[in-house]
């Protein structure tokens, strides 16, 4: 059994630029859900996926965006990359009914 | 709106010093609460689910409770290998799917 995986693990990108984040679920898991840490924070949720369609979005703007595959993995794509972009994105993946979710390793993004 | 608070923030414990980490939440109909660890630069990792209030889940030196408004983390006879951020997040019963709601963490930090 395969667990999250996530790409890459760190990435610099300039203010205003656009990052997409990659994702692949763990084995068995149809939901994917995005979350952003920033240092020293608890993960705040950005949203979620089910069956290729976002089913849950916390308060980001609407320049955070993300696909589903038909394989359960994911993309975040951030547009007009802002300083306060920069924390760590985690992707976490469970099973659609079951509460119990699973982190990746995360991505740290820093924006200069 | 649900919302998580853990203390203290930070805490520093001998090797062998038992102690508790606290949880206080408020949420519209609990679907479950949840504990993970975090290390440096790391995802966080799943410990427990708690379902109602008076359940109990242990595992090695951890031991995690469950009242109506708050959850407690205890650890006994820690060793410098416990040494983490202990993340605390409820899940509604309404709400996107598998939404987390996370507080801020407890660092914790135990000296040989």
């Known amino acids: 059994e395969t667990g999250v995986t996530q790409s890459p693990t760190h990435l610099i990108k300039t203010r205003g630029q656009q990052v997409t984040l990659r994702c692949s679920s763990q084995?068995?898991?149809?939901?994917v859900s995005w979350y952003q840490q920033a240092l020293g924070q608890g993960p705040q949720f950005i949203f979620q996926?089910?069956?290729?369609?976002?089913?849950g979005r916390g308060n980001f703007p609407p320049r955070f965006s993300g696909l589903q595959f038909p394989n359960y993995s994911s993309e975040l794509n951030v547009n007009a990359l802002e300083l306060d972009d920069s924390a760590l994105y985690l992707c976490?993946?469970?099973?659609?009914?079951?509460?119990?979710?699973?982190f990746g390793q995360g991505t740290r993004l820093t924006v200069v | 709106e649900d919302q998580v608070t853990q203390s203290p923030e930070a805490l520093r414990l001998q090797e062998g010093e038992s102690s508790s980490l606290n949880c206080s939440y408020t949420?519209?109909?609990?679907?479950?609460l949840f504990w993970y660890r975090q290390d440096p630069g790391k995802g966080p990792e799943f410990l427990f689910t708690?379902?109602?209030a008076g359940e109990e889940k242990e595992k090695e030196r951890l031991k995690a409770t469950l009242t109506k408004k708050e959850s407690f983390l205890h650890i006994t006879a820690p060793k410098p290998e416990d040494s983490a951020t202990y993340l605390c997040?409820?899940?509604?019963?309404?709400?996107?799917?598998?939404?987390?709601?996370f507080g801020g963490g407890t660092r914790l930090m135990v000296k040989p």
């Open positions: 976490a993946s469970s099973f659609r009914g079951g509460p119990e979710a699973f």
């Open positions: 084995s068995g898991h149809n939901t």
């Open positions: 996926y089910y069956r290729e369609e976002e089913n």
């Open positions: 949420v519209s109909g609990l679907r479950g």
């Open positions: 708690l379902y109602s």
């Open positions: 997040a409820v899940q509604a019963e309404e709400g996107a799917g598998n939404m987390l709601t």
